[in-house]
């Protein structure tokens, strides 16, 4: 049974055989684990240890009592939660034990079953006592059907995976026509409805169970091909607690969302340290990118600064120029991403289900990509409080 955080542990005794069967106990768990043979005289199992482990997993043998008597009185501030494996029915060991400040004192030869759980007790008290580790979130959306949003929310992930070596989850949170899979060659096996399923219940192992995985090392999630689901489907407090879950156990999180307003979407937007508006050079796309930013600012809340204007497929002989695209959204051309038009490029990524850094690494296309991706680390813009975007978002659908 593996523990949902890969914990250091380090294993100490005076008696070699001791440690070469705590190897044999400890042989199939997901630890960092280090073995150290107490052979310097020194009582303490910490002394001249560089870096002090998450556990400290302690044998002591029949004089137990002398070995732990000289540890006992020693300050704990600074020492890892410690497992005493001591002698049987040794009642005055199992004192000093406790007195020492050790969390469990287990008989020798320790049961397997029996030091898992002492260790899973300690892996939730290390788990509730350390701060939410929060990934940063990207939504991207088009601002009208066909801009590329999904292209990019793809290949966005695949190079924070694969170039900055981030750990990185996509999700793609199109219910009806999920399509992320195919842009990386995957069949995902467990989709968002099965992960709804058990969300409180869902830590990290259980969570990475439910994503489909690509070579690269990121994480997919979505609804399944032969799914149909609608957005009442979607319980929305497992789904928020889904996507909370999500944040707290990947360094940077890629959320692919159709172009509607709806609960889903402002779980999301919620969430969101930034939004990219992907949008391309035609007016229909103007205007339809100027409305979208105005609801997502004025309507659900937004700081306008966490928005980002991605023009997709951009080409400087375009009717709709640069300058068009910067009056109507009140923006500076800094303001804007530029990912230029290289349809037979893209086309074969797509199609081959390969991502722009794999197939064409030295692509303008690629390249773009890569700095709006250094562009989307150097931090996140403020957010506004959940509570007031979710009243903003009643206050609209029911208006």
């Known amino acids: 049974m593996k523990l949902a955080l890969k914990l250091t542990i380090l294993v100490a005794s005076r008696d070699k055989a001791a440690l070469e069967q705590l190897k044999t106990v400890l042989g199939d768990v997901a630890f960092d684990v280090t073995y150290k043979h107490m052979s310097n005289g020194h009582a303490d199992p910490l002394h001249g240890v560089m870096e002090i482990p998450d556990i400290l997993v302690l044998q002591v043998g029949a004089n137990g009592e002398a070995e732990l008597s000289e540890i006992v009185g020693q300050t704990t501030a600074g020492r890892p939660p410690t497992i005493i494996i001591g002698p049987v029915g040794k009642t005055a060991c199992m004192r000093l034990a406790m007195q020492s400040g050790a969390r469990d004192y287990l008989e020798d030869p320790v049961s397997p079953a029996d030091l898992m759980a002492s260790l899973q007790r300690i892996d939730r008290e290390i788990s509730d006592a350390r701060p939410a580790r929060n990934g940063s979130m990207v939504a991207v959306v088009s601002a009208k059907g066909g801009s590329g949003a999904s292209f990019i929310a793809v290949n966005l992930a695949h190079i924070m995976t694969a170039h900055s070596k981030a750990r990185v989850a996509l999700l793609d949170m199109d219910l009806q026509f999920s399509s992320l899979s195919q842009y990386l060659d995957l069949e995902p096996e467990h989709g ?97 990118a100027v409305r979208l930013r105005n609801i997502l600012v004025r309507q659900l809340g937004l700081v306008q600064d966490k928005i980002e204007i991605v023009v997709n497929r951009y080409d400087k002989n375009f009717q709709v120029e640069l300058p068009d695209i910067r009056r109507a959204l009140n923006c500076e051309d800094r303001d804007l991403m530029l990912v230029p038009n290289q349809y037979r490029d893209v086309s074969e990524s797509i199609n081959v289900g390969v991502p722009m850094m794999d197939q064409h690494r030295s692509s303008a296309v690629t390249k773009a990509l890569m700095q709006i991706e250094a562009r989307l680390g150097g931090g996140s813009a403020s957010t506004a409080p959940r509570s007031a975007i979710s009243r903003a978002l009643a206050n609209l659908i029911g208006a």
């Open 192 to 288: 968002l409805l099965q992960a709804l399923d058990m969300a409180e219940q869902l830590d990290s192992v259980a969570l990475d169970a439910y994503m489909a995985k690509h070579s690269s090392g990121l994480s997919m999630i979505g609804v399944l091909q032969d799914e149909m689901v609608l957005t009442r489907d979607i319980p929305m407090e497992r789904f928020a607690h889904l996507l909370d879950t999500v944040r707290q156990n990947y360094d940077r999180v890629v959320v692919d969302l159709p172009r509607q307003i709806d609960d889903v979407a402002a779980a999301v937007y919620d969430r969101a340290d930034r939004v990219l508006v992907v949008m391309q050079q035609e007016i229909a796309n103007l205007r339809d």
